[in-house]
């Protein structure tokens, strides 16, 4: 285990939307390199960034057509190079995004797969022995190639899906996972990550992880056993470097080599009850909104198995959002989204932030973009300050990537870092907060001290920490056997003779 990932707080950037520095309406990596100190004064150590790779951008940059290669909108590779550098001498890590399940149809092994002569990447992607063909459960497109083969799909139709194989065949065209091909497409992946991590990154956030072996079982054996070999070489050539899985299943993810496993909403599990619960029938019953009378228990009977279970493998990781999914701005007002993010980031594993939660950037509902769809609301380009274009550019408003938030209360880093009682200096305070008490860490201990059904406030402890939640809209109190004091509340809350009192959407932090 990395040890420098149990005092990480990741920060997520999308790169098209953060910082342009040379006028054409697209961030770059001069651009997260220019507000690096931003990130650390932030008291971010860590950084995401999604794909940087040279890409068609039918998917966002996840359609990749040369993994070693820095798309020209975001620069070169030196300056690649030059945001490790400089981020190390801040103190920052950086994990870049690794795509193993797909490539653009644009790559170059897929060019050659597509020939109907047989060649080295013929079997690098999974391809039918006939030109009409459909299984259930997998997508595939015919008609675009000279071979006689359909190829299979591992998202959109531009991203062809790499072959690692089938567990369970049923076809004579589907190879085991311990085919030298299939080999080959995991050691070219290994190439990936050696090239990266050679040039200075920290390590990697992988796409999709759960996705390689095709017809596998339901532990996963086939896909778990290509990352424990990954993690083998990792452990053995670069053991500083991290591996941190989309997945949602820590229960596979972390007992199959990652670090740490992002605990998403997309698998209906109790993420999405603390502050995404807005399809339930009967309105929005989410445990983080101060009307939604929400149900702790909800939460923890989905994360507290998952937790006990696998906390000596590894770490959980929460997030405020991702570029997949809604901001948390959608639904949760800025005094709900503090009493958000203070919970996100005391409890154990390793939070993420994403670019402009910090300060509450909205939700926009605008036209898809290079193949976002509804995530690309999320996605548009962060709010600076209150000069042109939130100081995220200089170009024209219509050379602008996206569309950017024209409400009256958008809200700017330069506005909330001169207000203490904003959000932004509320998740400074936090973040420090972490930093200070090793009790709050990634792997301090955890234990539920009270939590009962349509009950506030939600108590649990942390080492020598006990942290009180109350999202509520009523005052409450509870008797806590203990004695200490507050180091840290957001709101009204008084702890005298063992009686703890908040009030509505109140934290605190008691020592």
């Known amino acids: 285990m990395p040890n420098w990932l149990k005092d990480a707080v990741f920060y997520e950037i999308y790169p098209q939307s953060f910082k342009d520095t040379n006028g054409d309406g697209i961030g770059d990596i001069?651009?997260?390199?220019?507000?690096?100190?931003?990130?650390?004064?932030?008291?971010c150590n860590a950084l995401w960034i999604n794909p940087i790779y040279d890409s068609p951008f039918k998917d966002g940059g996840y359609d990749i057509r040369d993994y070693?290669?820095?798309?020209?909108?975001?620069?070169?590779?030196?300056?690649?190079?030059?945001?490790?550098?400089?981020?190390?001498?801040?103190?920052?890590?950086?994990?870049?995004?690794?795509?193993?399940?797909?490539?653009s149809e644009e790559h170059p092994w897929f060019q050659e797969s597509k020939k109907a002569e047989e060649n080295e990447y013929t079997d690098?992607?999974?391809?039918?022995?006939?030109?009409?063909?459909?299984?259930?459960?997998?997508?595939?497109?015919?008609?675009?190639?000279d071979r006689d083969g359909c190829y299979m799909l591992n998202f959109f139709k531009c991203q062809p899906a790499l072959n690692y194989g089938f567990l369970n065949r049923t076809e004579e065209w589907q190879l085991p996972p311990d085919h030298p091909a299939c080999i080959a497409t995991r050691e070219a992946m290994k190439d990936i990550m050696r090239f990266w991590l050679d040039h200075g990154c920290d390590g990697f956030r992988v796409d999709m992880a759960d996705s390689l072996v095709k017809d596998d079982d339901e532990n996963k054996s086939a896909t778990g056993k290509i990352w424990r070999n990954i993690r083998e070489m990792l452990d053995k050539e670069y053991p500083e470097a991290a591996i941190i899985s989309e997945w949602s299943n820590p229960w596979q993810a972390l007992k199959n080599g990652f670090h740490s496993d992002f605990y998403l909403d997309h698998q209906?599990?109790?993420?999405?009850?603390?502050?995404?619960?807005?399809?339930?029938?009967?309105?929005?019953?989410?445990?983080?909104?101060?009307?939604?009378?929400?149900?702790?228990?909800?939460?923890?009977?989905?994360?507290?198995?998952?937790?006990?279970?696998?906390?000596?493998?590894?770490?959980?990781?929460?997030?405020?959002?991702?570029?997949?999914?809604?901001?948390?701005?959608?639904?949760?007002?800025?005094?709900?989204?503090?009493?958000?993010?203070?919970?996100?980031?005391?409890?154990?594993?390793?939070?993420?932030?994403?670019?402009?939660?910090e300060i509450g950037m909205k939700y926009l509902d605008i036209p898809t973009k290079e193949g976002g769809y509804t995530r690309t609301g999320t996605r548009t380009p962060m709010q600076w300050d209150s000069s042109k274009n939130y100081?995220?550019?200089?170009?024209?408003?219509?050379?602008?990537?996206?569309?950017?938030?024209?409400?009256?209360?958008?809200?700017?880093?330069?506005?909330?870092?001169?207000?203490?009682?904003?959000?932004?200096?509320?998740?400074?305070?936090?973040?420090?907060?972490?930093?200070?008490?090793?009790?709050?860490?990634?792997?301090?201990?955890?234990?539920?001290?009270?939590?009962?059904?349509?009950?506030?406030?939600?108590?649990?402890?942390?080492?020598?920490?006990?942290?009180?939640?109350?999202?509520?809209?009523?005052?409450?109190s509870l008797k806590l056997p203990v004695k200490g004091e507050i180091i840290h509340k957001i709101g009204n809350v008084s702890f005298d003779r063992e009686e703890l009192k908040m009030d509505a959407q109140t934290f605190v932090v008691i020592k």
């Open 30 to 43: 001069a651009g997260i390199i220019e507000k690096l100190d931003y990130v650390k004064d932030l008291g």
């Open 68 to 103: 070693k290669k820095v798309a020209e909108r975001y620069g070169t590779n030196e300056d690649a190079y030059r945001l490790f550098e400089v981020a190390h001498k801040k103190g920052i890590h950086v994990l870049l995004d690794l795509v193993p399940g797909h490539t």
């Open 124 to 145: 690098r992607y999974v391809w039918t022995k006939c030109w009409f063909h459909g299984i259930a459960g997998h997508p595939y497109v015919g008609g675009e190639a």
């Open 268 to 357: 209906g599990n109790g993420y999405n009850t603390l502050l995404r619960d807005y399809e339930t029938e009967g309105g929005d019953h989410s445990f983080l909104k101060k009307d939604g009378q929400g149900d702790i228990i909800r939460f923890l009977n989905d994360y507290l198995p998952k937790y006990n279970d696998t906390k000596d493998d590894g770490y959980i990781s929460f997030i405020t959002c991702n570029h997949d999914t809604p901001r948390p701005a959608r639904t949760l007002s800025p005094a709900e989204l503090k009493i958000a993010y203070a919970m996100f980031l005391t409890l154990p594993g390793v939070p993420f932030i994403y670019y402009g939660d």
């Open 391 to 476: 100081g995220f550019s200089d170009a024209s408003e219509d050379k602008l990537y996206l569309p950017q938030d024209k409400s009256v209360d958008a809200p700017t880093v330069e506005a909330q870092l001169s207000d203490e009682t904003s959000l932004l200096s509320e998740v400074k305070r936090l973040i420090a907060l972490r930093h200070e008490y090793a009790d709050l860490q990634a792997d301090g201990s955890f234990e539920v001290v009270f939590a009962q059904k349509d009950q506030f406030p939600f108590v649990f402890k942390r080492g020598d920490l006990i942290i009180g939640i109350n999202p509520s809209d009523k005052a409450v």
